[in-house]
């Protein structure tokens, strides 16, 4: 049995989202991040703090102290996206890849979003959730860092269904949570009409929506 260690409200999203789609059998064990406690004014060391990300038994299996981890019969894996390449890999299907070139095309679309995407994409949704509007200089300066990669995105999407291997793939997953950050900015987003359209047939998909509804039953 799979138990991802996290929060719905977390990058663990990204890993239910895939789980769902693969219809593996797998079980939450909370806990949640450190810093929303301390945001909350909880003292995470407290002896009666909720289990979290700098709980000792849980910097056991994570020394570096964040969510999601993956841990299946005594493997343990951490970093959401590699979490999801390994369970699209293992599961013979549709999800993971076909041949050892689609595997690679997964693996560089993967390091494209974590490398030039999710940084200014993640600043979009901090910056927007702390009220700030569309013409404030940090929003302009994480959407300009954007625009490059959307454009990029964009030009492949003109050409092709899906991220990789003309089908949806674990690579949509991967890319789709990373860029779901920026997708409050409806002005950034309506410059790149296809970006916009795959990311919204993504989230049309049922398991994509039985995650978020799990999602937005917990506690914010
Ligand atoms: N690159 C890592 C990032 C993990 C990460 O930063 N997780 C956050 C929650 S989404 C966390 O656990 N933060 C710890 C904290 O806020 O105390 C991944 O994709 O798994």
């Not at 260690?5 to 890993?15: D, E, I, L, P, Q």
């Not at 390091?111 to 702390?130: D, K, M, R």
Request: include cysteine.
């Amino acid at each position: 049995m799979i138990t991802i260690w996290g929060v719905c409200r977390s990058r663990a999203t990204r890993n239910i989202w895939a789980l769902e789609e693969l219809g593996l059998p797998w079980r939450l064990r909370p806990v949640i991040q450190a810093n929303r406690l301390l945001a909350k004014g909880i003292d995470p060391a407290a002896p009666d703090a909720p289990f979290n990300t700098r709980s000792r038994e849980f910097l056991r299996l994570s020394p570096a102290g964040a969510v999601p981890v993956l841990e299946e019969d005594g493997f343990v894996l951490s970093e959401s996206l590699a979490i999801n390449l390994y369970l699209a890999g293992k599961t013979d299907g549709p999800l993971g890849p076909a041949t050892p070139r689609e595997e690679a095309q997964m693996l560089q679309w993967t390091l494209f979003g974590a490398t030039s995407v999710e940084s200014p994409a993640l600043a979009i949704q901090t910056l927007f959730g702390a009220g700030r509007s569309a013409d404030d200089p940090e929003v302009k300066a994480a959407e300009d860092s954007l625009l490059r990669p959307l454009a990029v995105l964009e030009a492949h999407l003109t050409t092709h269904s899906h991220i990789v291997g003309g089908r949806f793939t674990i690579a949509d997953i991967n890319m789709a949570e990373i860029l779901r950050y920026a997708q409050p900015d409806a002005a950034l987003m309506g410059r790149f009409p296809r970006v916009k359209g795959w990311l919204e047939l993504c989230q049309s998909r049922p398991a994509f929506k039985r995650m978020w509804q799990a999602r937005e039953a917990e506690p914010a």
